[in-house]
């Protein structure tokens, strides 16, 4: 029987991974409560949520050096993205004081040899940035780096903590009393990016950037974890190039990179957008930053507005839904950015044709809107949105589309026709290894805000993609549209499974789904419904057992290449089940991610579960 350890990394004795087993429901209750017998068995957890050991001990090192007992440091990729922290810490405590919050930039030692200064010696981009404020208020500040997705990752500290053991750091501290006020949103004014030029030239130009002139150096190697071998700074370039054009469609061969890279392009996946190239994609640290970029960027182009949530993040608490121990795994995130970033947010929990007729009401009365986010399908109900309604309406009262479309991927679903803005994690599905993050912003060429989101993009995106980071994306998404087909044919094997058992009570899966035409509108031809599905039964008890029995790893997170199940509810919502309920979501709900595990073997595995759960009471 499959069966991994409270606590352990998942997938297991992996430096980066980025679940967490909670193997049994009552280790998952016992989570939430934070009792002792989980919370100090926990070798790492879901990276936004739970800041990595690397991390902490990194942000540690930096306080000791330039901070007091008394304060706390966060850690980011850039002075930009420190500075926007700053803001929110000033915009949540107004009674903070100004002095009590410092910018601490670290970069290339200039007095090293082989350092890539400037003329004077000074370097231009910071390779760390960090906040120190007083550590009574790393709560707010915790906040933030949750809901941005900005955070530096687990590789980036691993590495640049020992650059800074080793004196190849240096520091600066900024003040931040030049920072703007309440609700700064404007960008930065940064250099230019994404310009016309040769595509490689560029991610090479944006691999510069991120390392702040580490490049040269003959320490700059990475080792991989698995095998022990050296991967080279250098590819970092390269693999964000193959990225961007694996998620454009125009690279579909499981080759290596040199190889890909020389194969003549064939037309774009989303060929039906005219114009539309690998250059409207940009690549952030994970899907939570495209998602914070995304709106960030709208208002930019677009001034604030109040933006609509339609149809996602079902479960959002009145607060923040934080647990005890600090350590929570709400999926509450696209509101809270809606919220708390501008002028506030209209939120349609059910995703509904009601809803939209409240919205549509509501525009002709005349209010105006930023943009409207939605996912394609939803989690956890698997709801799929009327994507053309939704764009007509759009359309005639000036706002903006938002489609996330992590979930149903861009292998199964083309969304990108029906919106402005297409966002993805690729932390998910896309690598399928659940030991890197990243997440994608791709634009619309034929939206109506097109040349000016593109105008604030060139002006303001920043690269932060860890160039290590990168490389393992690159690699482990070779395989991504077989592994897509796979992992289609065993959800459905288990979907079907499922519902003809007696004791369970309701299966969601776009595939059977009422807003299952919605799905087939824009299922590309020949694909299917994903790998994500989320179960209910009879009752409680029969929950209970069969998670427990269910030979899968469980724990946070989706689109593994290895099945994981998790008590959906009882992990996001444990403090306001009847509140949820009001949507339609039950508390005992399990969602199973499925793999890429033999067929056979993952449907008797469910037998097997269903078999337990029959025999207890309440049959």
């Known amino acids: 029987m499959l069966s991994y350890e409270v606590g352990e990394s998942v997938p297991p004795h992996t430096a980066h991974a980025l679940s967490v087993s909670l193997p049994t429901w009552k280790a998952n209750v016992g989570y939430e409560e934070g009792e002792d017998w989980v919370l100090s068995k926990m070798k790492t957890g879901y990276p936004r949520f739970f800041i990595h050991k690397t991390i902490e001990a990194f942000a540690e090192a930096i306080v000791q050096r330039h901070g007091t007992p008394t304060e706390e440091a966060f850690l980011f990729p850039s002075h930009a993205v420190s500075a926007r922290c700053v803001q929110f810490l000033r915009d949540q405590i107004p009674s903070l004081p100004a002095r009590s919050v410092r910018i601490v930039d670290l970069y290339p030692n200039a007095a090293l040899p082989n350092s890539a200064g400037n003329s004077n010696g000074t370097f231009t ?10 550590r009574d208020h790393a709560k707010v500040a915790k906040t933030f780096w949750q809901h941005s997705g900005d955070g530096i990752s687990s590789r980036r500290a691993e590495y640049c903590h020992k650059a800074f053991i080793d004196g190849r750091l240096a520091s600066k501290q900024v003040s931040c009393e030049k920072i703007n006020g309440p609700g700064f949103v404007s960008p930065s004014k940064g250099p230019r990016r994404y310009q016309k030029r040769d595509s490689l030239e560029l991610s090479s130009h944006k691999t510069i950037d991120v390392t702040g002139g580490f490049e040269g150096e003959d320490s700059v190697q990475f080792v991989e974890e698995r095998f022990g071998r050296n991967l080279d700074l250098s590819l970092a370039a390269k693999a964000k190039l193959a990225i961007r054009r694996r998620i454009a469609g125009a690279l579909t061969a499981n080759v290596d990179l040199h190889e890909a890279l020389q194969m003549p392009k064939p037309p774009t996946r989303k060929a039906q957008v005219e114009g539309f190239s690998e250059d409207d994609v940009y690549l952030h640290p994970c899907g939570m930053s495209s998602i914070f970029n995304t709106h960030r960027t709208m208002m930019a182009c677009r001034g604030p507005r109040k933006s609509i949530s339609y149809g996602q993040e079902l479960l959002i608490s009145l607060e923040d839904c934080s647990n005890l121990t600090g350590y929570s795994f709400p999926y509450i995130d696209t509101l809270k950015v809606l919220e708390k970033w501008g002028p506030g947010c209209l939120f349609y929990g059910h995703g509904s044709s009601a809803d939209l007729d409240d919205l549509e009401r509501r525009c002709e009365a005349g209010e105006k809107y930023l943009a409207l986010f939605c996912e394609f399908p939803g989690n956890p109900l698997l709801i799929s ?24 991927n861009f292998i199964n679903v083309n969304v990108l026709p029906y919106a402005d803005v297409v966002v993805s994690s690729l932390t998910k599905v896309f690598t399928g290894e659940c030991n890197v993050m990243g997440g994608s912003f791709v634009l619309n060429p034929r939206s109506r805000y097109y040349a000016e989101l593109k105008e604030v993009m060139e002006q303001d995106y920043e690269d932060n993609y860890w160039p290590e980071d990168a490389i393992y994306m690159e690699r482990n998404s070779r395989d991504f549209i077989s592994r897509i087909d796979r992992i289609n044919r065993n959800a459905e094997g288990i979907c079907d499974k499922l519902k003809a058992a007696p004791i369970v009570k309701e299966v969601y899966y776009p595939k059977y789904s009422a807003t299952r035409k919605f799905y087939d509108q824009y299922r590309n031809a020949g694909k299917g419904y994903g790998g994500l599905l989320s179960v209910t039964f009879r009752t409680t008890e029969q929950a209970v057992t069969f ?12 689109g593994t290449n290895f099945t994981l199940s998790s008590p959906y509810v009882i ?4 403090g306001e089940l009847e509140w949820t309920a009001q949507f339609g979501v039950e508390a005992d709900l399990i969602r199973i ?12 595995r469910i037998e097997r579960a269903l078999v337990a759960a029959s025999k207890t009471a309440g049959v």
Do not use: Q, W
Not at 125 to 134: N, V
Not at 394 to 403: G, H, I, L, P, S
Not at 571 to 574: C, D, F, M, S, V
């Open 571 to 574: 992990l996001a919502h444990y």
């Open 385 to 408: 949105p009327d994507l053309c309604r939704i764009r007509s309406l759009a359309d005639r009262y000036d706002f903006a589309v938002v489609v996330d479309e992590t979930i149903g």
């Open 593 to 604: 991610s499925v793999g890429l595990e033999d067929s056979a073997d993952l449907v008797s």
């Open 547 to 558: 998670f427990d029995k269910l030979e899968t790893a469980k724990g946070p997170s989706l």
């Open 125 to 134: 981009k910071p390779i760390i940035s960090a906040i120190l404020f007083p």
